[in-house]
């Protein structure tokens, strides 16, 4: 209706209208939720991307534990357990394109973390090279990275360099295809009161001066008042802004 009262002055606007109504009436597309779609990671030789990652972890738990391997059965049976159950639930082909990324940055001179978050729990994210850290050293346990009996997607944290990142995406989606590949940013809000303490500490205010003046703003039903309401109903706000000595740098900080 909207855009009949804008495009309704002649034949062609009028047929235009009527055909993206015609077009959407014919889109029929159905979404399937609940069901991971993660790229296939494509085995660069005729081995299976199973075997392929089986012989990957092999190679590596030798690298990292060296003659160890041979005198600590609790090695090979941490990892065939976590290979079993990294199979069962699908997720080898996503264990293979973080190890490749992870692999292709490394190769490359980019600075990689050395893996945080539950990750670390994972012998196969250790010999992999994913994460620096030694699961069984440290008593860290795999079910809390991925547990067998409430499967959910494993989330493995990444840091790569600020400065070079972008080429580390710039591969996977050269790799796995554009529409295989996407960032999530997140948009955070801060309260009146917090906005006041961060800003103040980016431009380098005295603590004492901005928690004295986020002090002051008026919290409504446990809710601060936005800058504004809070500057209206607060007199001393107004007060300290007119403050020769710290006056400046309030109206720069509001």
């Known amino acids: ?29 159905k979404m399937e939720f609940g069901v991971p779609k993660y790229p296939s990671f494509d085995s660069p030789d005729t081995r299976s991307r199973e075997q392929y990652l089986r012989d990957l972890c092999r190679d590596g738990l030798r690298h990292r534990y060296g003659a160890r391997v041979d005198s600590e059965p609790e090695l090979n049976q941490r990892l ?20 490749d990324f992870i692999h292709h940055a490394k190769q490359q001179g980019i600075p990689v973390g050395p893996g945080r978050g539950s990750a670390a729990g994972s012998i196969i994210a250790y010999v992999l090279g994913i994460t620096d850290i030694d699961p069984l050293r440290f008593g860290l346990i795999f079910e809390r990275f991925l547990n067998p009996e409430r499967v959910s997607p494993p989330d493995i944290d990444v840091d790569f360099c600020m400065e070079r990142r972008g080429e580390v995406i710039e591969y996977v989606r050269q790799k796995y295809g554009e529409r295989a590949v996407s960032q999530i940013v ?67 900080l509001w």
């Open 186 to 252: 997140t948009f955070g809000t801060l309260s009146s009161k917090a906005v006041i303490r961060d800003v103040g500490r980016v431009l380098d205010l005295p603590y004492s001066l901005c928690d004295r003046l986020s002090k002051l703003i008026p919290v409504v039903q446990n809710k601060p008042l936005s800058l504004n309401d809070a500057r209206d109903q607060e007199p001393q706000i107004d007060e300290m802004m007119s403050d020769p000595g710290d006056g400046e740098s309030i109206q720069e």
């Open 80 to 99: 065939d357990y976590e290979l079993s159950v990294i199979e069962k639930t699908g997720f080898t082909s996503y264990f293979l394109i973080v190890w």
């Open 1 to 29: 209706e909207e855009m009949h009262e804008l495009f309704n002055e002649d034949d062609a606007e009028r047929e235009a209208l009527a055909n993206t109504l015609r077009i959407a009436e014919r889109c029929d597309f």
